[in-house]
């Protein structure tokens, strides 16, 4: 069974995240989404198990793919689980940069693994977690940026005015 790996805080899941997760979903038998701690970024607004649950709200239509979370190094948990890829998504020559890193990184610490770059559908190249958060925490309208069945989640705890919000 070819098992991959899609890391990332997830702070939350975005349209943008989703669409690499369903493209991965056809490339795999089975696909974890995992809820990684980064401590290079801010602090999260949304807890691990938040996240978790947002995610699990969102991949329901997928037979392959289940959310998991870690706190250790993602080499350590693909050899756990027998994971065989990591699957990230680029949205510029920046992400490129860092990512390719990483993987060089990952590859070292765990020869098995081999890191593959799916490259963003151009209408989410601009389209981060960061900009989901600072749309909603300034009142804006997030609707085309994430999932609906999520959408009221984030907008609950990050709106200053949400119920003036369309939704």
Not at 48 to 62: P, Q
Not at 134 to 163: K, M, Q, T, W, Y
Request: net charge neutral.
């Amino acid at each position: 069974m070819r098992i991959a790996v899609v890391p990332g805080s997830f702070d939350p899941v975005t349209n943008g995240h989703l669409d690499i997760i369903n493209r991965a979903s056809k490339l795999f038998d089975k696909v974890i989404v995992l809820v990684s701690y980064n401590p290079n970024k801010q602090k999260a607004r949304f807890s691990v198990k938040e996240r978790l649950e947002m995610i699990n709200a969102v991949i329901g239509d997928f037979d392959n793919v289940v959310a998991d979370c870690n706190d250790g190094l993602l080499a350590d948990y693909l050899e756990r689980t027998g994971a065989c890829a990591i699957v990230k998504g680029l949205r510029a020559v920046t992400d490129f940069e860092y990512e390719f890193q990483m993987a060089l990184a990952n590859r070292q610490l765990c020869s098995t693994a081999e890191t593959v770059f799916l490259t963003t559908s151009p209408m989410n190249m601009y389209l981060s977690s960061s900009m989901v958060r600072e749309i909603a925490s300034l009142g804006g309208d997030i609707n085309g940026f994430v999932p609906p069945a999520i959408r009221g989640v984030i907008l609950e705890r990050l709106s200053p005015n949400h119920g003036n919000i369309k939704k």
